[in-house]
């Protein structure tokens, strides 16, 4: 199947209650972009915006070099797959997936060919007969999927396509995904709340907030260095406290926050943002010798059981942090509300703002 890179040209649009302000962004060949942000910032109406359900106030999109702008969906060469995925109830699960060829006019012998090559390549040849009613969710996504790729699509655009999965259903077809994506190369546009979800499957991702992209980049760019607090909090740095650079010497600086001191690696000499990730965090009942830079003693005044891990709320003097431990050092430490720990994270763990 072909790929072809997507262009959006300071887009923009008005509807009653939400607006879409000059959103401007670039999809590579073959590549798995991921928009995500917290419910309502705009992700689905970005999408239906590219695949030509509403039209714009202004601002330009380009496929393949195509300025498609003022084409009507069916002429974009776009195979969508929306949220609810909006299987025809009557219909079998063969008949879904041929419905595309239908509406392209593709005569007979060739939609029950190429039907049958779909169907064999997304592993649904057994429930072909099957109706909607009668699958589970896994099975409805991936008929969603085949009927949006038998039309051979220059690219697929996914509306929150895990969303109404269970968590194991989620994580199968998270590689299913993956999956596909490697074997067809074909470029993908998915849209998410869930950031895990973005991190496993993005080359590249966007962060929107009220229609406006915040920060585009790698899920290491953007999940361990945020553009500011808002991507910060949406990406997991739980811990963020408003900083005051004390001096800096060599590219490390001493920050004050609120009362604690932490060290990090920054050019940074003014005010700031400082983010730490429960997950770099060391959590441990003594002080012990390192080259770590960062080690605070404080009291556990709240944990949260969370399966194999476990969440711990540790205030040092006036500063709360959050940390992430493993369900069994938890438990061989002995932890209770009340325990004294230490918390000890590295310099560049640190993050400025």
Known sequence: MRTVSIRVERLSKKWKNFSIPDVSLRVANDEYFVIVGPTGAGKTLLLELIAGFHKPDSG??????????????????????????MLFPHMTVAENVEFGLKMHNIQQSERKKNVKEVLEFMELSSIRDRLP???SG???????????????PKILLLDEPLSALDVNTQKKMQNELKK?????????????????????????????????????GSPEQVFH????????????????????????????????????????????????????????????KRSFRSSIRNTLK?????????????????NVDTASFV???????????????????????????????
């Open 60 to 85: 330009k999109i380009w496929i393949n070099d195509v300025d498609v702008t003022a084409f009507p969906p069916e002429r974009r060469g776009i195979g969508f797959v929306p949220q609810e995925y």
């Open 133 to 135: 009613m009668t699958l």
């Open 138 to 152: 896994g099975e409805e996504q991936k008929t969603a999927l085949a009927r949006a790729l038998i039309i051979k």
């Open 180 to 216: 596909l994506h490697e074997e067809l190369k074909i470029t993908t546009v998915h849209v998410t709340h869930n950031q895990v979800e973005a991190l496993i499957l993005a080359d590249r991702l966007a962060v929107i907030k009220d229609g406006t992209i915040i920060q585009t």
């Open 225 to 284: 260095k945020p553009k500011d607090d808002f991507v910060a909090r949406f990406v997991g740095f739980e811990n963020l406290f408003e900083g005051k650079i004390l001096e800096n010497h060599g590219g490390v600086a001493r920050i004050d926050i609120g009362g604690v001191t932490v060290e990090a690696v920054t050019e940074k000499v003014e005010n700031c943002v400082v983010g730490v990730r429960p997950d770099d965090i060391i959590v441990s």
């Open 298 to 314: 404080g009291k556990l005044i709240d944990f949260v059981d969370m399966g194999s891990l476990v969440s711990l709320t540790v």
């Open 323 to 353: 940390a992430l431990i493993t369900k069994r050092s938890f438990l061989e430490m002995k932890l209770k509300k009340g325990s004294g720990v230490y918390l000890s994270f590295k310099a560049s763990a640190v993050h400025v703002i």
